[in-house]
């Protein structure tokens, strides 16, 4: 066995076996291929959700219940929780406008001026009127916006949950992709190997026509020309040098007389 | 006043209460009318007694002879005068007029009907609601107009 021989333990190995051999590897690779597809699919489903549960994307992702991804899943139902709170929350500040302390303090500064005679500016009864009236929208509004505060407290809830489960995915995502990794490595191996095991078998086919080593002499002999499968049988079987040449030989070519003809050729040239 | 206790004001309590700072206010007013009137009274008695004396500075003698230093001392004075009279009139008329819109307003209050009442609450009954409050009203207004200018 050398040690360049790329089918050294293939040599030993019957034909049949290889075969078998060769069956199992595309099995694999196939296989292979399932589990890279799968994860893909897994880390493309993963990144559209981090993309959407940190609000860099409003296009809510497909689910797809192959890939089993509940902690993903999950993480996108709270978010999908979550804009519904922000919509409702914004719903009620586009109504109310002011927030809960600013209402606090004008309702405060609206008493006083109702309440109390300061000595400088007194109010007129239409001032008084007005403000009666703002008092009364204020506490309003206040009420309005009770909810908000579970709607706030909710957000704080479910902003804290998402950002920790991201953080989960992030994770699990890197594990895919080792994993995707490990995988595009076995696929290489696999490849390399089928293309190996095939290589092999096709250098070891039958060929359908052996080469006849005495046609190729009589060729040559006969001074025919041969193809390079028929110098290779030939090579085989005893070389070149024991091919005799046949008794018909061509007719002899007519030689040209050595001595010049002294005669001047001046004008017999262009005839 | 604390936060809480600001939310459990109801109408009638805020009506009770402006009901009687502008009654207290009806009580004294007068007092400060009359203190002002007699302020007045004096500052005109003041400004005529300055007015008579430079007359009589102008009449005694003939102009020529007149030191002109005491002439401008008289006219200051009279000029004085009639700054501080102008501005104790324009006190009284200020207090006159918080004593109109007092006894205005106490009868208002004080007239005051479920009608006129659910009036005056009806920006805070649209809240209740679930409508616009008056700042989100007048918040969109103006962005309503610049959209159109702008479009």
């Known amino acids: 066995m050398t040690e360049g021989d790329l089918f050294a333990d293939l040599r030993l190995s019957e034909r049949s076996e290889i075969q078998s051999n060769l069956l199992h590897h595309e099995g694999t690779l196939k296989e292979i291929d399932g589990q890279l597809t799968q994860n893909r699919n897994l880390t493309s489903f993963r990144s559209s959700c981090i993309k959407f549960c940190v609000g860099k994307s409003e296009h809510v992702p497909q689910k797809n219940p192959e890939l089993q991804e509940d902690l993903a899943e999950a993480t996108l139902a709270k978010r999908i929780e979550f804009n519904q709170f922000i919509q409702q929350r914004d ?31 007194r109010l007129t009864l239409q001032q008084e009127i007005t403000l009666f009236s703002e008092f009364f929208e204020l506490q309003a509004m206040h009420s309005q916006l009770e909810p908000l505060e579970t709607v706030e407290h909710e957000l704080t809830s479910l902003h804290r949950q998402i950002a920790e489960e991201v953080k989960a995915i992030n994770k699990a995502d890197r594990d895919t992709a080792k994993v995707i990794s490990a995988l595009l490595d076995r696929r290489k191996e696999t490849t390399r190997e089928i293309g190996r095991l095939k290589a092999y078998l096709r250098s070891k086919k039958p060929t359908s026509k052996p080469v006849d080593a005495g046609k190729a002499r009589k060729t040559i002999s006969q001074g025919g020309s041969i193809s390079l499968e028929d110098l290779g049988a030939l090579l085989d079987h005893g070389g070149l040098s024991n091919i005799e040449p046949t008794k018909d030989t061509p007719a002899k070519k007519k030689k040209k007389s050595a001595t010049r003809s002294s005669k001047s050729t001046r004008g017999s040239r262009n005839a | 006043m604390q936060d809480k206790s600001l939310l459990e004001v109801s109408p009638h309590d805020l009506l009770a209460i402006i009901l009687a700072k502008r009654k207290k206010d009806a009580s004294h007013l007068p007092k400060e009318e009359k203190k002002r009137d007699e302020e007045l009274t004096r500052a005109y008695g003041l400004y005529n007694e300055s007015k008579d004396a430079l007359t009589e500075l102008l009449t005694s003698m003939p102009e020529s002879e007149i030191d002109s230093l005491k002439r401008t001392q008289a006219e200051n004075v009279v000029e004085e005068n009639e700054t501080h009279r102008k501005r104790v009139m324009s006190r009284l008329w200020r207090v006159r007029s918080h004593l109109k819109e007092t006894l205005a307003a106490i009868e208002y209050w004080s007239a005051m009907d479920d009608e006129t009442l659910t009036s005056l609450l009806s920006d805070a009954n649209r809240v209740n609601k679930g409508g616009l409050s008056t700042f989100a009203m007048n918040k969109s207004a103006p962005s309503e107009h610049g959209g159109d200018g702008h479009d």
Do not use: G, N
């Not at chain 1, 405060?108 to 109390?116: F, H």
């Open chain 1, 91 to 121: 719903t009620l500040m586009a109504k109310i406008v002011l927030p809960k302390y600013r209402i606090m303090q004008r309702m405060d500064a609206v008493y006083q001026k109702l309440a109390q005679s300061p000595e400088t500016t």
